[in-house]
Structures are given as C-alpha cells and as structure tokens.
C-alpha cells in the first residue's frame, strides 16, 4: 500500500512537472522585423513635409522597458524587463518643434525579456496574451506633444510630454509620457521618456504562482531611443 501511495505521488509529480513546463515554454517566435514594416507601412502624418526632417527609430540603438514589483518567496523584487524590438517615426522640425509630429511606437511583446525565461513565457502567454496576431505589438499613438521650446538647435537638450493611446493586450487607453531629447546631430535625436500605468487598466491579470506572493498594480513604462534621419519613406 506504501508502495503504490509512493509511485502514484510521484506520476502526480511528474505529470506536474511536465504541465509546468509545457505552460512555460517558450513563446511563438516574433514576426520578422522585415515583415512587420510591410505590416505597419510609415504613417502619411510623419513623413517627410516641409522643413520638417524624418527621423527613423533604430532598433539596434533602442531599448523599451517595463519595471514592476513583485513579493517572490518572500523578498520584495523589482521585475525589469526589456526589448529592442521597438519601431516608429518621427517628423522633425528643430525650426518650429510645435510642428513635430510623433507616428506610432510599436514594442514586438513577444521579445521582453526579463532574468528569468519562465517568466518571460508566462507573461508573453498568460498576461500579455503576445501569441495571439492581434496582441503581439504594444502600441501607443501619441496625439498631442507638448512643452518644446520655439526653437531647437543641434547639441540642445528639450523636454516634452506626448499624450495619446496605449494599446496593450487587445485594450487601449490613454497614456502619458514625459521625457527629454537631444538633437545630437543634424542625422541623430536621441531621448528617453517614461509612463506609469496601472495593471488593471489593461485586464493585466497574474496568474496564480506559488512563490509569487503579490504584484503591484503600478507599472512604470520607460523607452530609450536613437532616431536616424532618413531622406525619405522606403
């Protein structure tokens, strides 16, 4: 009897295992970056138009972040998680900022990488929901951009803020970032800005876990950003 109870606490383990391994693999590979810019073609709004430059996000000169904290066994930890997968377009007037336009920025989900793949896999699947077509980019849609100064010139530091609509997981709502730029050369703007929001806005729920004890609700969204001048939509 001590035998069986022995064998069939183990096949119950092993079965419990293997579900949490198959819950936790990883996520659908992201579209290609090559497909993904014939799937969102440049915006008429940001391109090229008067005295007002293109700018161009460069991916490999970019980083998109999200921080959030968690209670893991027992120890406050802050969760940071980051991609380089992000795009989007700016018209850029250092003449007459107020005239800048700002396309919109879009971060591959499935590519968030945090120190831990487990986690990674079950924020793409679970929270995100990044496998499904329609949830795979987080996007936001600045409509307004606010706080330039009159004039900009090369090697000037500006502050700004952009208002507009952050999509993530299928529900979209209005966000707000705040951040500052430097137009470091006549081909290079360079910048940083960040938002905070909050899960539930979002239905970003968390699954139950074990050693997970709580999560926060605020999330703090942050992007660094390298924009290349480019003399025209490709």
Do not use: C, W
């Amino acid at each position: 009897m001590k035998t069986k109870l022995i064998v069939g606490l183990a096949v119950f383990a092993a079965f419990g295992i293997a579900g949490f391994l198959y819950l936790t693999r990883p996520l659908a590979e992201p579209t290609p970056t090559s497909d993904a810019a014939e799937r969102f073609p440049p915006e008429p709004e940001t391109e090229e138009n008067g005295s007002a430059a293109l700018f161009r996000i460069s991916s490999a000169e970019s980083l998109a972040e999200f921080n959030v904290k968690e209670v893991l066994r027992g120890s406050n930890f802050l969760v940071v998680g980051t991609s380089s997968q992000v795009s989007g377009d700016v018209a850029f007037d250092p003449g007459n900022p107020s005239e800048s336009r700002v396309g919109t920025i879009r971060i591959n989900a499935r590519t968030l990488k945090t120190d831990d793949s487990r986690r990674d896999s079950a924020i793409g699947r679970f929270i995100l929901r990044s496998e499904e077509e329609a949830n795979e980019f987080i996007e936001f849609k600045p409509g307004t951009l606010d706080g330039l100064p009159p004039r900009i010139s090369t090697g000037d530091a500006f502050a700004f803020e952009t208002r507009g609509d952050l999509t993530i997981a299928g529900i979209t709502r209005e966000a707000s970032f705040r951040g500052a730029a430097v137009l470091e050369s006549e081909g290079t703007l360079t910048g940083s800005a960040q938002a905070v929001i909050r899960r539930a806005d979002f239905g970003l729920t968390i699954p139950s876990v074990p050693f997970v004890a709580a999560v926060d609700e605020e999330v703090i969204l942050k992007i660094q950003f390298t924009a290349i001048r480019v003399e025209g939509v490709e």
